[in-house]
């Protein structure tokens, strides 16, 4: 389609859109956070304007184009690329207006692409674009269509669930434990991961975690060299808290110094696909917390 100079393309949805716009401004209902890509496909036109709008900042500070990014030489090939193939922009010729966002989310459309007004790797393939994108996930789509991927689950029934099935401990030293050996030996193993670096973590877990790891890594382009699991210490190494479900091995820490707990900048936010492979195999992230913690994710065991 888009390979095709000329072609005609129905843009009339988002003329008929940019109408009702005018007409009232609504405030937008979407929060900034990223939706999955099949939630998108379910998103009505006037929506996936409203939200390409409130992650167009995101979208700008990863190295791809959006609303109000200031490299005007680019803004300004995207939108005779976009006019082209039959699209009527009046935003000012360099300018990423609503016009020039319409239009994208219009040929992200055609082309069966993400449709999230943000012109990326693939939207700068699709419309043969002159310049290079940042290198984006691929689209994934697990194989054995079991993925039942939630941006959030269980958690505090998670949680129950893991310690209910826990280990008598002395405490250690700054927030430490020590674990009955008994259960430490029936309970945890050490694998190789694909990195080829080695493990402590939880049996039930084990092979599933370095099928996700792998899958996730592979496909994202996110490799992270610091993979902790098992630790035996309480929540943040702090005694008053309760014992962190890292001392059970069911948890993980990807590369702590770049996704910093508490705050929600982490590297791994650059790599969405990542986040929802681990997701797919049941891994809780917890970037979703209302207290990030961008490097961790925990096992769902209501899923086991
Ligand atoms: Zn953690």
């Given at each position: 389609?888009?390979?095709?100079?000329?072609?005609?393309?129905?843009?009339?949805?988002?003329?008929?859109?940019?109408?009702?716009?005018?007409?009232?401004?609504?405030?937008?209902?979407?929060?900034?956070?990223?939706?999955?890509?099949?939630?998108?496909?379910?998103?009505?036109?006037?929506?996936?304007?409203?939200?390409?709008?409130?992650?167009?900042?995101?979208?700008?500070?990863?190295?791809?184009?959006?609303?109000?990014?200031?490299?005007?030489?680019?803004?300004?090939?995207?939108?005779?690329?976009?006019?082209?193939?039959?699209?009527?922009?009046?935003?000012?010729?360099?300018?990423?207006?609503?016009?020039?966002?319409?239009?994208?989310?219009?040929?992200?459309?055609?082309?069966?692409?993400?449709?999230?007004?943000?012109?990326?790797?693939?939207?700068?393939?699709?419309?043969?674009?002159?310049?290079?994108?940042?290198?984006?996930?691929?689209?994934?789509?697990?194989?054995?269509?079991?993925?039942?991927?939630?941006?959030?689950?269980?958690?505090?029934?998670?949680?129950?669930?893991?310690?209910?099935?826990?280990?008598?401990?002395?405490?250690?030293?700054?927030?430490?434990?020590?674990?009955?050996?008994?259960?430490?030996?029936?309970?945890?193993?050490?694998?190789?991961?694909h990195t080829?670096?080695?493990?402590?973590?939880?049996?039930?877990?084990?092979?599933?975690?370095?099928?996700?790891f792998k899958?996730a890594s592979e496909?994202s382009g996110y490799a992270p060299r610091?993979v902790?699991?098992?630790?035996?210490?309480?929540?943040?190494?702090?005694?008053?808290?309760?014992?962190?479900?890292?001392?059970?091995?069911?948890?993980?820490?990807f590369n702590?110094?770049?996704?910093?707990?508490?705050?929600?900048?982490?590297?791994?936010?650059?790599y969405?696909?990542f986040?929802?492979?681990?997701?797919?195999?049941?891994?809780?992230?917890?970037?979703?917390?209302?207290?990030?913690?961008?490097?961790?994710?925990?096992?769902?065991?209501?899923?086991?």
């Open positions: 389609m888009w390979d095709k100079k000329g072609e005609d393309i129905s843009f009339n949805w988002f003329y008929k859109l940019k109408e009702r716009l005018l007409e009232e401004q609504q405030e937008t209902e979407f929060s900034g956070e990223r939706e999955s890509t099949e939630a998108l496909a379910a998103l009505s036109d006037e929506e996936l304007v409203k939200y390409a709008s409130a992650r167009a900042n995101k979208c700008n500070s990863m190295g791809n184009i959006s609303v109000g990014n200031p490299d005007k030489e680019k803004v300004e090939i995207i939108q005779k690329a976009l006019a082209d193939a039959g699209a009527n922009i009046t935003d000012p010729a360099g300018t990423f207006g609503a016009t020039t966002l319409m239009a994208t989310i219009a040929a992200q459309k055609q082309t069966g692409i993400r449709t999230d007004g943000c012109v990326g790797s693939e939207t700068i393939e699709a419309l043969k674009l002159p310049f290079k994108g940042r290198p984006q996930p691929k689209n994934v789509s697990i194989g054995t269509g079991k993925c039942r991927y939630k941006k959030s689950g269980n958690t505090r029934r998670t949680r129950e669930l893991i310690q209910s099935s826990g280990f008598d401990y002395t405490e250690g030293r700054k927030g430490r434990i020590k674990i009955d050996p008994q259960w430490q030996r029936e309970n945890v193993v050490r694998i190789k991961l080829g670096k080695t493990i402590r973590i939880h049996r039930q877990i084990a092979t599933l975690f370095a099928k996700a899958e496909v610091s902790q699991t098992q630790v035996a210490r309480h929540i943040l190494w702090d005694p008053s808290k309760p014992v962190s479900n890292h001392s059970y091995g069911m948890a993980i820490d702590p110094r770049e996704n910093p707990y508490g705050m929600d900048t982490g590297k791994i936010r650059e969405p696909e986040i929802n492979i681990m997701n797919c195999y049941g891994f809780l992230w917890g970037g979703d917390w209302s207290t990030p913690d961008d490097m961790h994710f925990e096992f769902d065991v209501t899923r086991l």
